[in-house]
């Protein structure tokens, strides 16, 4: 088997974030559950746009967060997602190509528009997410290029790519592309109400091995095992998973395996400004450590430091080297 | 004459502004001016932001910036300046509109894209600006309604409206109606560099009283008067404006008239985190407070509460309630 060319290989739904401050009393008006992510039509979409106030637009999604934070690392990032050929398609392949992620998808012609979230940021900081998938939904297991997916140490697929019926089947082929080269293959449960969507078949595939690797964070743990308590569902994960990486919050993370546990301390950080993209850097820097075979805690301190510089301001992508800030906290490229 | 309905129409280019970070080196390269506006053509704008890192969009334009925050000040506002049909386009209607700012412009249609200005951001916080003008251009007197004007408390100006020609006479216009209604122009210097391109243009508009207001910075004021000794630039303006207010930085502001002198100490703040439209937001400020017949202190107090809002978050429009800003600070609606 040769070398990995790729660290990682980051598959998701292509979105542009529309992101607008608004009041609580803004989302009851509307009915939204805050924090959660509503999926919505291109109708929707056009009625909400017009409700809500004046917007910022920057690249966003998943997966292409935390294909942004591997390149930013200096590793070798890949990105697959399906956009349509307009301006908000325009704007989501240059910022990923210019964050230096290779993006083979070819863009979608005739069909829907490019993915848009339109994110409602409260007061508390809290976001809530209306998303219209757009062409995401026309993701297909013809996008799964198998070479590029032979060639990466982790397919990391996100959640949310469980939503387009046909992007399942695409992460299907692109889990099974992945073992049959002899890769890793993760998965991200992206929100505790897409677990509650799709609970079974998360389980499924963790429980019959289509997926070595789960990134959670406690909410989506305790719902993916429908369970209030922690630590029951930690029991759970440590049951069913090859290897868990769950994330705290202020309380850092937890790596446990089968025989092993490893609870990691969160970098103190000044101020937080937006937990946005906190969980995709996360997951940015414990691939690149597992990339660089680096042992388990080690890789979860390389998320931690990754996710410490994403909430310390607006946007899920991050701003400053990420290579720089490892070097300087002491990790050896 | 009838009270005026609108407290401040704004008039400037419709511009979205894309923001990168950028390395000096990156600067260097392509041979920028740290700090200057640069007008760029579509050709140019398409590789320089071929070149440049991930971006985020918001919409921008120093006049429609100061509309924002007349209303978000509870005033009533109207912004005037060309968008084409397209997506920054309607990014740009729509923010405006839902800022509360009332936008009577009509699209221009089959000409050139909405401006865009592609904003390098160094490690430093300095901006450099790339300005593609594109549907500004075309913003000429027909744009201008007599009876909008006739209805503005003051009618501002910016001074990036001289770089597109036929801008200019609908500059000219809107002056000529504003004086005839018995109303206020103002006119912003907009930057030193734009003070060079049109100096003698500017003092001919202050000196046959085209213009009743001023606002300019430090550099703006000595460029104007080519002096590098601000206190003789400031002879200058008196002798010269009916009214000037000056914006000093972390030194608050100056208001001459040709008999009075006030200078305001800035408000203290926690944090500077981005300098754009700190200018904008001050005459947003001053405006309102004119309208409702402030004294000339007290106007150039809530211009600097407003810059103080602008300058401790990124980007150029409000993000909190100016009108609660200015109740806590003891400003009566």
């Known amino acids: 088997m040769t070398a990995p060319a790729i660290d990682a290989l980051c598959i998701g739904n292509a979105i542009v974030d ?19 992510m509503r999926l919505i039509d291109e109708a929707e979409a056009g009625r909400l746009y017009a409700a809500m106030g004046p917007t910022v637009e920057v690249s966003g999604g998943c997966a292409g967060n ?48 490019t993915a848009r979230s339109m994110i ?8 809530t997410m209306n998303t219209f998938l757009g062409a995401c939904q026309e993701l ?14 982790t397919t990391y697929l996100e959640g949310y790519l469980w939503d387009p019926p046909k992007a399942k089947d695409a992460f299907r082929k692109a889990a099974t592309l992945a073992h049959a080269a002899g890769r890793r293959v993760a998965l991200t449960l992206s929100d505790s109400f897409c677990v509650d969507r799709f609970r079974d078949e998360f389980l499924g595939l963790i429980r019959d091995r289509s997926v070595d690797l789960v990134f959670a964070n406690e909410g989506e743990i305790r719902s993916l095992y429908q369970t209030a308590d922690f630590d029951t569902a930690v029991a759970a994960a440590r049951a069913d998973c090859r290897l868990c990486a769950i994330t705290m919050g202020e309380r850092g993370s937890l790596v446990v395996t089968h025989r092993e546990t490893h609870h990691v301390p969160a970098r103190p950080i000044d101020r937080i400004v937006d937990l946005t993209g906190a969980g995709d850097l996360y997951a940015a820097g414990f ?21 410490a510089e994403v909430i310390g301001h607006l946007g899920a992508r991050p701003e400053a080297r990420l290579v720089d800030l490892a070097a300087e906290a002491g990790f050896a490229a």
């Open 18 to 36: 529309i992101l607008a401050h608004a009041e609580d009393d803004f989302l009851a008006g509307e009915g939204l559950v805050k924090g959660s």
């Open 66 to 113: 935390t294909a942004a934070g591997v390149a930013s690392l200096g590793a070798q990032a890949a990105f697959i997602g399906k956009i349509a050929s307009d301006a908000l398609g325009r704007t989501f392949r240059h910022d990923i190509t210019a964050a230096g992620v290779a993006f083979p998808t070819a863009c979608l012609e005739g069909g829907p528009a």
């Open 120 to 127: 409602l940021v409260t007061p508390d900081g809290e976001r």
């Open 140 to 153: 297909t297991p013809a996008d799964i290029d198998g070479a590029v997916v032979a060639s990466a140490a």
């Open 287 to 307: 691939l690149t450590g597992l990339a660089r075979d680096f042992p388990l805690a080690k890789c979860a301190r390389l998320g931690g430091l990754c996710a």
